[in-house]
C-alpha cells in the first residue's frame, strides 16, 4: 500500500478552484517534486495534505504505517518568522512537541532525537545561538532538523531553497538527498526542473496535471 494516496482532489480558497480532481500516489522512499507556476496551488496542496485545509472534494488517505502526525514540514518562510527571537535548540526542540503528549516538558530522548538531528544538519555549534542572527541557509537547516524531529518517515518540503545563493541552494539539495537515501520519502515544491530531473523519482507538473 502506498504511503499517500491522492483521490480526486480538488482544492481552493476564495472561492476559487486551483486544483481539480488531481490523483496520484507516493510510495515508501519516492522523491517527489511538485512544479508548477506561481498561483497554481502548490501550496495549499501540500497544506490539503498535512490537513491544515479541507478538500472540496476527494480525500487524501495516509498507509503503509504512516500516521497523519508523522509528517515533516518545512514551509515557507515569512519575514515575521526569519525574526523568531527563539535558540537555535529552541526552535529545533519544538519538532517533538507531536511526541510529548500531555508532558508540559521534552524529555531526555527527545532531547537526544534534536540533538543528533543538528548532527545531521551540521548546526550543533548554533545550538545556543539565536535563529533570527543565523543567515538564510543556516535558518532552513535549522528547520529541517526540527522537521525530522516530526518524523523519520516523510517530509514535505515547500520551496526549501528559495532565496538561497548557488552554493547553499545545493548544500540544501545535498542535505535533502542524503535524507532520501536513508529511506525518507521527500515531497518537495519547486520551480527548479533542472533540480527535480535530477533528484527526483516522480514529478507532478499541477499545471498540466501530469505525473510520471
Known amino acids: 500500500m502506498a504511503q499517500l494516496v491522492c483521490e480526486n482532489v480538488t482544492i481552493g480558497y476564495d472561492s476559487r478552484v486551483v486544483i481539480k480532481n488531481l490523483s496520484f500516489s507516493v510510495?515508501?522512499?519516492?522523491?517527489?517534486?511538485?512544479?508548477?507556476s506561481n498561483g497554481s496551488g502548490k501550496t495549499t496542496l501540500m497544506k490539503t495534505i498535512l490537513g491544515l485545509i479541507e478538500p472540496w472534494s476527494g480525500r487524501i488517505i495516509t498507509g503503509d504505517g504512516l500516521l497523519p502526525d508523522e509528517i515533516g514540514y518545512l514551509p515557507q518562510q515569512t519575514l515575521i518568522q526569519r525574526?523568531?527571537?527563539?535558540?537555535?535548540?529552541?526552535?529545533v526542540l519544538s519538532g517533538c512537541q507531536s511526541r510529548c503528549g500531555k508532558r508540559p516538558f521534552y524529555n531526555k530522548e527527545e532531547k537526544l532525537l534534536a540533538w543528533k538531528n543538528m548532527e545531521k544538519m551540521g548546526i550543533t555549534e548554533f545550538s545556543h545561538r539565536c535563529y533570527r542572527e543565523l543567515s538564510g541557509g543556516l535558518q532552513q537547516r535549522v528547520l529541517l532538523a526540527r522537521a525530522?524531529?516530526?518524523?523519520?518517515?516523510?517530509?514535505?518540503?515547500?520551496e526549501p531553497v528559495a532565496g538561497l545563493d548557488p552554493s547553499v541552494t545545493q548544500t540544501m539539495y545535498n542535505l535533502i538527498e542524503g535524507l532520501h537515501k536513508e529511506g525518507i520519502t521527500v515531497i518537495m515544491i519547486s520551480h527548479d526542473i533542472e533540480a527535480?530531473?535530477?533528484?527526483?523519482?516522480?514529478?507532478?507538473?499541477?499545471?498540466?496535471?501530469?505525473?510520471?
Not at 525574526?83 to 526552535?91: K, L, T
Not at 525530522?148 to 515547500?158: E, G, N, P, R, W
Open 27 to 36: 510510495n515508501e522512499g519516492d522523491y517527489l517534486y511538485i512544479l508548477g
Open 83 to 91: 525574526d523568531f527571537p527563539a535558540s537555535v535548540r529552541e526552535i
Open 148 to 158: 525530522l524531529c516530526a518524523t523519520q518517515k516523510m517530509l514535505l518540503l515547500d
Open 196 to 212: 527535480a530531473n535530477k533528484y527526483a523519482t516522480h514529478i507532478l507538473n499541477i499545471d498540466n496535471e501530469e505525473y510520471k
